[in-house]
């Protein structure tokens, strides 16, 4: 076996102090191991040096507080503290009482009418107190140049002078100014007398309740109940007699003769059909008078709306064609649902013609809304006849407009009625005939302008 090398072997490398340092750690900078020399380092300790922190602070020696200093510096602190807590509340109160005070006099010359009031906005109808004249244009004849009121203003009347004096009459005016001055004259009126003041009634009216069908029987319900109780209440106290019992078929026996044998059933069966026809004829009479009286209430409230209406409103309009039936019918229903009067004429079956209406404001603006907003002029519509039928009429290009409005103080129409003329001479005599001719001349201009528009 040959021996072992051991002259050649190279050193191993493992851990420990047998590791080599890396060429990255190695520096060839000589001022790092001095300023490690002089102890620059940062995480060395300085407690050597003279000019370090703690050097210094500890050069002189230690000091320590005496006893009760921290406290009389803390109780000086919190005395300067209270003095100046107490100087701000001073200071405060100062204020908000000069704030009151300011308050109460701005509010006693708002009272006194020396300046504007802000909280109502008084001060945007403020003007420049220089523009402000000393007193009025209509007091200037009752005032002297200095502004002081006339003596004769303030002078007593003597006890001789008659009650009836006024020096506003011409003829006592001018015996006034002959006989005395002006300024020392007698005051112009007499007396001065103030209007009563009417007093408003404190009786404040309910607002109507608008109520649904529902409750409209609901409510009838009730107040027949209440009635029905308050007539039985007076029958059982004796106020009133009592009520006749309604003797039917069904309780006849019960009624009429409980404990007897009734002979002739028929003659009492006839006896009560005879009141069974007597009561139901009675009560269709009875509801035929209401019925009555309903109608006659509705017509004089009707009558007395139109008469007691003092200014009559008219609207005239001019319409190109009246050939779609549904548009008749929308004008004749309306006119008299809205008891207007007036007519509505036209030249030939599709010529134009006009419309006139009279009557109140509310219902006028209800018609023309109609006219001229609700109807389709324009609308083309199937009519059957026996010359045609199912034809389609074209109706583009028609229309209606509002050619007038005012008021009227008197008119012989009573009614409102709608008719074909087959002339325009026609048109003319029923319009003079009414007194409504001003209306032809309307009718002739808009017609005018219709054709001038259409040929061009």
């Not at 000086?76 to 107490?86: F, H, Q």
């Not at 704030?99 to 300046?115: C, D, W, Y």
């Not at 009838?220 to 019992?245: D, F, I, S």
Request: with cysteine; proline share 4%; glycine share 4%.
């Amino acid at each position: 076996m040959p021996p072992k090398n051991t002259t050649s072997r190279k050193p191993r490398s493992g851990r420990g102090l047998d590791v080599e340092l890396h060429p990255a750690l190695a520096s060839s900078n000589a001022n790092i191991i001095k300023a490690q020399q002089k102890q620059v380092n940062p995480y060395l300790s300085d407690i050597g040096q003279q000019n370090g922190k703690v050097f210094k602070k500890y050069k002189d020696g230690l000091r320590f507080y005496k006893k009760g200093e921290i406290s009389a510096q803390l109780h000086k602190e919190r005395e300067e503290l209270a003095r100046r807590l107490k100087e701000e509340e001073l200071r405060a109160a100062a204020e908000k009482a000069h704030r009151v005070s300011l308050a109460e006099q701005k509010r006693e010359r708002i009272a006194n009418a020396e300046i504007p009031d802000d909280s109502i906005g008084e001060e945007l109808y403020m003007q420049r107190f220089k523009d402000i004249p000393n007193y009025e244009w209509w007091d200037e004849s009752y005032l002297d140049k200095s502004g002081n009121i006339l003596p004769k203003y303030t002078t007593e009347y003597p006890e001789d002078m008659d009650s009836d004096y006024d020096s506003d009459d011409m003829n006592s005016g001018v015996e006034c100014m002959k006989s005395q001055t002006e300024e020392t004259g007698p005051p112009s009126i007499r007396y001065v007398q103030h209007p009563v003041p009417i007093k408003i009634p404190e009786e404040i009216t309910a607002p109507k309740m608008y109520l649904t069908k529902l409750e409209h029987k609901k409510a009838r319900r009730r107040n027949r109940k209440l009635q029905r109780e308050e007539k039985m209440a007076k029958v059982q106290l004796g106020l009133e007699p009592k009520p006749e019992t309604k003797v039917k078929l069904s309780n006849m026996m019960n009624v009429l003769d409980n404990n007897k044998n009734i002979s002739d059933p028929t003659a009492w069966e006839n006896m009560v059909k005879d009141q069974i026809e007597e009561r139901r004829q009675r009560h269709i009479q009875e509801n035929e008078k209401r019925h009555e009286e309903a109608v006659l209430r509705k017509k004089s409230k009707v009558s007395d709306q139109i008469e007691g209406s003092e200014d009559l409103f008219c609207k005239a309009f001019y319409f190109q064609s009246l050939q779609n039936p549904k548009i008749r019918y929308k004008l004749k229903m309306n006119s008299q649902q809205l008891n207007l009067k007036g007519f509505c004429l036209r030249v030939g079956e599709g010529g134009p013609g006009i419309i006139v209406v009279i009557g109140k404001e509310k219902s006028c603006n209800f018609y023309k809304k109609l006219v001229c907003t609700r109807i389709k002029w324009n609308e083309n519509f199937k009519i059957k006849d026996a010359t045609n039928n199912g034809e389609l009429i074209d109706m583009t290009g028609n229309y209606a407009v509002e050619i007038w409005d005012g008021l009227l103080k008197e008119t012989k129409l009573r009614n409102w009625f709608m008719k074909i003329c087959q002339t325009e001479d026609e048109m003319k005599n029923i319009l003079q005939q009414n007194d409504a001719l001003s209306f032809f001349n309307l009718f002739i201009e808009n017609k005018a302008e219709n054709t001038n528009l259409s040929q061009q």
